[in-house]
């Protein structure tokens, strides 16, 4: 079965590794200054011609109040009218790139992330979805995959039925972790009841799924305390979880620098809370998709993995990769055709690019042949487990045994420790390497050299 997972701590140890999560092949890392604005205008007029279907992502980079572990681009303010300016710049956003598509494109998935969201009051809401509808084919029936990041300290049964009323039907909640020493440690007080009573208003209004994230490996944290986070999290019922690592890198991350390191769980301490955290989503009924993430059997990811579609793009885990994503937003990354590219990450000069009618593409990339090849054979091992070498030849006319040469030797010491099977076919990552998959995908990545590896996060 592909929920299947194998445990060796040995194996773990030996692989654990600092790697890319593979949301893009290249990764971000590879942007460069290099692309501009024209080359997504250039982008934008061939997804127009071909009538591509859209997947939006917005980025509301606001947080009232700061959590330690964050790694997010946000702005952290009390000032609830510093969203003003950001909303008209935004709005400008949305009209210079709508114009360069057409109408009629259909918009399958919009997803508004930060920061927080709901940092926005509800009238502010209110104009940013106006906006967004009346520039982009937004669909009217709800069969959209609309979702929203929410922190329930910034929300309440109100804020949902406006959510609901706006056409979103997905949540996404952070949780992070319920035990009140580890919360106050990251400066994140969130009560299990305030959660609770999101995810009810989010049943009760008909949300069509609901995701928590939770995060391993945070100062004061220990493998029962964590347990009992999880037992909480699976009375709650959620459709989807995302288990994530804590990479403690206060060097790049100044909020990380409140952290005291000596509270951070050592290293055989957080492995266990993965594997204890595996075994109870497991023996709870939840599927392991891959990358830190699970879910329940009927839900859309499962399926779509059941039925080898399942894909994976800058929103991670996804049905929609065949869109064009549009991303909207301070730091937001668009992935158009072949054309990656990144807005300033820095909100002046984001919101002083627009002012003066200009976007503000700051970087990026154009994926050349082989990047596509490598994109394929990582998106196929990282979404699916397995890899056909007669549908890579076949799809991009190549001979995959030569094309991939370097990668034959450490493939086969791979297979001789059991993480993959490697025959004349293909590949299949085996129960006990899909925990490792990342390892296996880094293989085929040409771009990741040892100083580009240690700006990742380890992979497990």
């Not at 397995?386 to 799809?395: G, K, N, T, V």
Request: charged fraction near 25%; glycine fraction near 6%; include cysteine.
């Amino acid at each position: 079965m592909l929920d299947t997972l194998v445990w060796d701590d040995d194996l773990i140890r030996r692989h654990d590794q600092p790697g890319p999560r593979y949301t893009s092949y290249p990764t971000a890392v590879q942007f460069n200054n290099q692309v501009g604005s024209f080359d997504l205008l250039h982008a934008l007029r061939d997804s127009r011609k071909a009538m591509r279907p859209l997947s939006l992502y917005v980025h509301v980079p606001f947080c009232a109040n700061i959590c330690y572990y964050c790694a997010c681009n946000k702005v952290i303010t009390k000032d609830r009218g510093r969203s003003q300016v950001y909303l008209q710049r935004l709005e400008q956003e949305i009209q210079l790139i709508a114009c360069h598509l057409d109408p009629r494109q259909s918009v399958e998935q919009l997803h508004l992330g930060g920061g927080t969201p709901t940092f926005l009051s509800h009238d502010e809401l209110r104009r940013l979805m106006a906006c967004l509808r009346s520039h982009f084919n937004l669909r009217l029936d709800d069969s959209g995959d609309y979702g929203i990041e929410i922190d329930p300290r910034e929300a309440d049964w109100s804020t949902m039925g406006l959510l609901r009323e706006l056409g979103f039907n997905r949540v996404s909640i952070g949780v992070q972790d319920f035990d009140p020493q580890v919360q106050r440690a990251v400066n994140r007080l969130q009560s299990l009841e305030q959660t609770r009573t999101i995810i009810e208003a989010a049943r009760t209004l008909q949300f069509r799924s609901v995701n928590l994230d939770l995060i391993y490996g945070l100062p004061r944290q220990s493998v029962d305390s964590f347990a009992r986070t999880v037992d909480e999290v699976i009375q709650l019922q959620p459709d989807r979880l995302s288990v994530f690592n804590y990479a403690h890198l206060p060097e790049r991350f100044m909020p990380q620098r409140r952290i005291d390191h000596v509270q951070l769980p050592p290293p055989g301490a957080k492995l266990q809370m993965l594997k204890t955290t595996i075994e109870q989503l497991t023996r709870a009924g939840y599927r392991y998709i891959g990358m830190d993430h699970f879910a329940l059997p009927d839900d859309e990811l499962a399926i779509a993995q059941e039925e080898a579609q399942l894909q994976r793009n800058f929103q991670g885990y996804t049905t929609h990769g065949h869109c064009d994503l549009i991303g909207l937003g301070v730091s937001a990354i668009s992935q158009v055709g072949d054309l990656y590219c990144q807005n300033s990450s820095d909100l002046n000069d984001y919101q002083n690019a627009l002012a003066d009618a200009q976007l503000a593409t700051a970087r990026g990339l154009v994926c050349d042949a082989d990047d596509r090849i490598r994109r394929a054979v990582i998106q196929q091992l990282i979404c699916h487990f397995e890899l056909d070498f007669a549908a890579i030849e076949q799809r991009f006319n190549i001979d995959f045994h030569g094309y991939f040469a370097p990668v034959w030797a450490p493939l086969r010491a791979m297979a001789e420790e059991g993480l993959v099977s490697l025959d004349a076919h293909g590949i299949r990552v085996l129960p006990v390497g899909r925990l490792l998959v990342r390892g296996v995908c880094m293989l085929f990545d040409v771009h990741l050299g040892e100083q580009n590896r240690q700006r990742f996060s380890r992979v497990i």
